[in-house]
């Protein structure tokens, strides 16, 4: 089973501030892996498929990279309504794994 | 846009089955296009993915639950259905549905959520 290491579990942020969060994976991956955004009560978001690829109709401020075991996802200029959990997938190998998450706090 | 919701009791007794459905609508779950998975997240915990069934039938479990899981998948009411069995307090979570895609063969990460229903495993 592949473990995701997801860090920080928790971030501050000021809207205009740039910020990243970081997803290891235990064993080689390739780019399968996505990002998800959710919001109390809602439906997870899909922004970021296949490591890098922004999902049609995601604000462009969201941004991913990396490949193999490390990868991060990054929001430029963050916003008020990007407050929200964010997590990654991988869909590399059976059973399908999750990272930790992260509780993203904007000031 | 497809949406999925959950529905079912949303508090169990130890030792009996939790059975929960999702609902897919604005599209049709018979698309060979998709799989269809349950994940679930205990309060303060990560997400597990539990497992995914496809339109043929065709299940996959997570290990780690597949003695007591059952996915099955009801094309003429476009649903498909969670039963995990002998359940315990740890068990207590709020179970999300989700579509994941398939191209070429291939078993792609999931798009579209549901936004989850809690249950609590008590007597």
């Known amino acids: 089973e592949t473990t995701l290491t997801q860090s920080p579990a928790f971030m501050s942020a000021t809207p205009g501030d740039k910020v990243s969060i970081s997803c290891k994976a235990s064993?080689?991956?390739?780019?399968?892996l996505n990002w998800y955004q959710q919001k109390p009560g809602e439906a997870a978001i899909f922004i970021i498929q296949?490591?890098?690829t922004l999902v049609p109709g995601i604000s462009p401020r969201f941004s991913g990279s990396g490949y193999g075991t490390d990868f991060t996802l990054t929001i430029n200029n963050i916003e008020s309504e990007d407050a929200a959990y964010y997590f990654c997938?991988?869909?590399?190998?059976?059973?399908?794994?999750f990272g930790g998450g992260t509780k993203v706090e904007i000031k | 846009q497809v949406q999925l919701q959950e529905s079912g009791p949303g508090l169990v007794k130890p030792s009996q089955t939790l059975s929960l459905t999702c609902t897919v609508s604005?599209?049709?779950?018979?698309?060979?296009?998709?799989?269809w998975s349950w994940i679930r997240q205990p309060a303060g915990k990560g997400l597990e993915w539990i497992g995914r069934?496809?339109?043929?039938?065709?299940?996959n479990y997570n290990p780690s639950l597949k003695s007591r899981v059952t996915i099955s998948v009801d094309t003429s009411k476009n649903q498909f259905s969670l039963k995990l069995s002998s359940v315990t307090a740890a068990d207590t979570a709020v179970y999300h549905c989700a579509r994941g895609l398939i191209r070429g063969g291939h078993f792609y990460g999931l798009d579209v959520w549901g936004r989850g229903t809690t249950v609590t495993v008590s007597s």
């Open positions: 997938l991988q869909h590399d190998s059976f059973p399908l794994t």
């Open positions: 604005r599209g049709s779950i018979s698309s060979g296009a998709y799989y």
């Open positions: 064993q080689d991956i390739d780019d399968d």
């Open positions: 069934i496809l339109t043929s039938g065709n299940t």
């Open positions: 296949e490591a890098t």
